[in-house]
């Protein structure tokens, strides 16, 4: 047998005995102590999830699920759950994004000079409200000011 052989060129050292730095670990107590402050008990998480309803959500169906669930302070998987209960299959970001656009399209030809065109427009507006609200599990979401029959 080789006697120039050390086994420990065979065993890998902890970084803590080559000086190297530890990932993860608070540096002093008061960091561990602010680690710990800015989590939520378990229970407070599910009590406050608990309450939220479809409505809550109504604010963020025109954002992407990860922004909406941030906004809210919960994690996507909570969004989902709680739209699944009631009646939205899946999150409608995409849906209203598209219908906002189709509502763009007719917004130009609100102004148009031929009453009958105007009209088409309108019912057609109309009709892309009701399918935004039929994506958004039958609750009409708040349509962009340039929508108002003011104007």
């Given at each position: 047998m080789d006697e120039s052989l050390n086994t420990d060129d065979f065993f890998q050292q902890s970084p803590e005995h080559y000086g190297g730095c530890r990932t993860n670990q608070p540096e002093t107590e008061t960091e561990n102590q602010a680690d710990r402050t800015q989590k939520i008990s378990l229970a407070a998480q599910r009590e406050r999830t608990g309450?939220?309803?479809?409505h809550d959500f109504t604010k963020y169906f025109h954002l992407p699920i990860e922004k909406a669930a941030e906004g809210l302070n919960v994690c996507p998987t909570v969004v989902k759950k709680i739209c699944r209960k009631h009646g939205v299959e899946?999150?409608?970001y995409r849906k209203v994004r598209s219908i906002h656009r189709q509502m763009?399209?007719?917004k130009s030809s609100l102004n148009a000079n031929?009453?009958?065109?105007?009209?088409?427009?309108?019912?057609?507006?109309?009709r892309l409200k009701q399918e935004m609200a039929n994506?958004?599990?039958?609750i009409?979401?708040?349509?962009?000011?340039?929508?108002?029959?003011d104007h």
């Open positions: 309450r939220l309803t479809i899946r999150w409608p763009l399209r007719f031929d009453a009958a065109e105007r009209e088409r427009s309108q019912a057609e507006i109309e994506a958004c599990g039958g009409a979401i708040p349509i962009p000011r340039y929508f108002d029959n």
